[in-house]
């Protein structure tokens, strides 16, 4: 790619070639395009697939299914001698198929829950891949070397056969995916509907699982069986911090996984000693922990954001209503009052009461005289009368309905005059019959004026 | 005589080989409204489960229209509990209305536009057209209600089984229902209730069946929902039953030709 190379040169890079972080994008080496290839659509397909675990809450059985992966490799490769892909898939599957089919059954017959039958079936089946692959190592077969890639992933080893058998099982579960995509939402969302519809739900369930077994068994040598599960699950869980789509998220999920993948790739190449399942871990992980902290609405920091707000505003309406009370105890309106004075009688920090005021200033709604105090505007007092209406009628609501002792409702209408939408305040006067008066004989504010 | 909606012929139901059902033998006609009725445990849900073929029979069978359960599955609309599903689940009000229809699609076929018509048809006579395309997270318990009973409108069929559609409802939404069922009565469609408010019994329904472990009576609810068929059916003298159920649990004996 010609546009990359001069973008280097104008950029003042060496002529004699270009640096290898470089040089990947170029997309040259065929190699390359095959691991690339690999992992982005073994990432893909695991992490769409890995919605509907995650939305089933079974997030772990990728993970037991994963480690019960490696003692069918082992196997595969001592009845074989070789290490042909297709018959690595085959020992795979039918180690995750048996490990399902265990898990099923430790369920079923014991008293095990299945929390503790996928424990049992990972470290078992774990155990045992581990034994045969020792056992395999001391044999000395020259044929064996690179087999314990298969613990950590080296997407670096992948040539163009396993490539081939990678995007065709991948393509495959993603095309079962669409195909089936109405009966996984329903079996995911309500089984206990699928199954009265009369939904074949065992084939289905049947379905899904060949799905994830097939998908964990690819990703074995690129991404290892310790490491599979967590393109499986973490996807999911970090494209649905974005949507209330499912369809939406199939796709988030798949597009986060084969980014993943991709960036495992491309240091498993500037790296080869790197393994790649860790590398892809982080790439995953980070998305996830950007999701968890940036999405709009459920993340972190739009959460706090919402309650920064809310805590702000409350601050400012709680200044409002101080100066509403000393306007109503002088019976004055134009009248201001030192920053001491609003502290006295309300309890918060300088700041706090600075930055309220400077708000309510600049909203128009708060004038400071030239002597340093602070009186209410007309739009104020409005304001003001407002969160004061609100205030008292909610302590009148819960005198009157809830039968609480007016020496009782202080505190909870102090937190409820915030969050009282309009539509709620006008039920509120309606159910109360118009009030005038609250429970402690103040003068509720009518609507659009002051008392 | 057309055979009835529904005929239960000699159902026992039991979990780890412990009855948790007894017996229940009753049919039920066209038109007919019926509360389920019974307290804690007495095996409501269960029945209902039963019926729509989700857990397992020890013995017996079930028959709609005069057919094996099995085949005319998809006839039936059943409602399910509220809280047995995660209302987290990134989905629509109308995408789960639309599940309704999926019982008549063939597998793997996607819903077409006459299904979405149904589906949003079927939104509006339950008043949440509005809130179509809402997250059913962000639905209120008495929306959620609505939602699913507006799902198994969406199937089109007559026969109804509704697993608590009153549990945790508000007024106006109880009202809507109310309305509802007797709209479906007016139509000639079967509707079973299982419903905890005793008061509203009478008022609600024509038959109640009250249940406890067995049927403990059935019929119209002038005849049948007496002080004394109450004190029957909650009075917990069922001590021998449970016990002898317990025996069969522990013992893991076989209750008749049961497989689990």
Partial sequence: ?????????MLGGATEG??????????????????????????????????????????????????????????????????????????????????????????RYT?????????????????????????????GDAAQSGLDHYLFGKAASLVESDVKLIAVVSLGVLGALVLA?????????????????????????????????????IGLQAVGVVLMAA?????????????????????????????????????????????????????????????????????????????????????????????????ERADNWEQGYLLNEILHHRLMSTLELRRALYRLERNGLIVETPDHRFALTAAGV???????????????????????????????????????????????????????WDPHEKHIPPVGGVA | MNPPPIEIHDLTVAYHHRPVLWDIDVSFAAGELVAIVGPNGAGKSTLIKAMMGLVPLASGHVNFFGEPSVKRRSTVAYV??????????????????????????????????KDKEIAVECLKKVGMLEFAKRQISQLSGGQQQRVFLARALAQQTSVYLMDEPFAGVDASTEK????????????????????HDLQTVPEYFDSVMLLNLRCVAFGPVETTFTAENLQKTYGGHLHLLTEVGEKLRQREWRHRNATH
């Fill in chain 1, 181 to 217: 995509y109405k009966e996984l939402k329903v079996i995911s969302f309500d089984p206990d509907f699928a199954g009265a519809i009369g939904l074949p739900r065992r084939l289905v369930e049947l379905m899904l699982a060949t799905m994830i077994v097939l998908s964990v068994a």
């Fill in chain 1, 382 to 436: 409005h304001a003001a009368a407002r969160i004061t209406r609100l205030h008292r009628l909610w302590e009148l609501y819960l005198t009157r309905k809830l039968e609480i002792a007016p020496d009782h409702v202080h505190d909870d209408a102090e937190e409820i005059e915030h969050i009282i939408t309009p539509e709620l305040e006008k039920r509120l006067i309606a159910d109360l019959g118009g009030p005038q």
């Fill in chain 1, 18 to 107: 270009l640096p290898p972080w470089i040089e990947f994008f170029t997309f040259s080496s065929i190699n390359v395009i095959h691991v690339v290839l690999g992992c982005s659509l073994l990432g893909a397909s695991a992490g769409a697939i890995g919605c509907f675990s995650f939305l089933r809450k079974r997030s772990l059985i990728g993970d037991a299914l994963a480690h019960a992966a490696l003692p069918g490799v082992c196997v595969a490769f001592m009845l074989t001698g070789t290490k042909n892909p297709l018959y690595f898939l085959l020992g795979a599957g039918a180690s995750c198929w048996l490990g399902a089919v265990s898990v099923d059954a430790i369920v």
């Fill in chain 1, 231 to 327: 393109l499986l699950v973490t996807p999911a869980a970090a494209a649905r911090y974005w949507t209330d789509r499912l369809n939406i998220m199939l796709m988030l999920a798949a597009g986060i996984g084969a980014f993943s993948g991709f960036f495992g790739a491309y240091v498993s190449y500037l790296s080869p000693k790197m393994p790649t399942g860790p590398w892809i871990v982080v790439a995953v992980t980070s998305l996830f922990l950007a999701s968890l902290m940036f999405a709009p609405r459920r993340g972190v920091l739009s959460r706090l954001m919402r309650h920064y707000r809310f805590r702000k505003k409350t601050a400012r309406e709680n200044v409002l209503r101080t100066l509403y009370l000393f306007g």
């Fill in chain 1, 1 to 9: 790619m010609p546009l990359i190379e001069s973008l280097w040169a």
């Fill in chain 2, 176 to 195: 809507a229902i109310v309305v509802l069922l007797r709209e479906l009565r007016e139509q000639g469609s079967t509707v079973l209730v299982v419903h």
């Fill in chain 1, 111 to 139: 008293r095990c829950k299945e929390d503790s039958a996928l424990g049992m079936v990972l470290s078992v089946f774990f155990g045992v891949g581990i034994l045969l692959l020792t056992y395999i190592q001391k044999t």
């Fill in chain 2, 80 to 113: 399910p509990q509220r809280g047995s599903v995660d209302w987290d689940f990134p989905t629509t009000a109308l995408d789960v209305v639309l599940m309704g229809r999926y019982g008549q699609l063939p597998l793997f076929g996607r819903p077409r536009r």
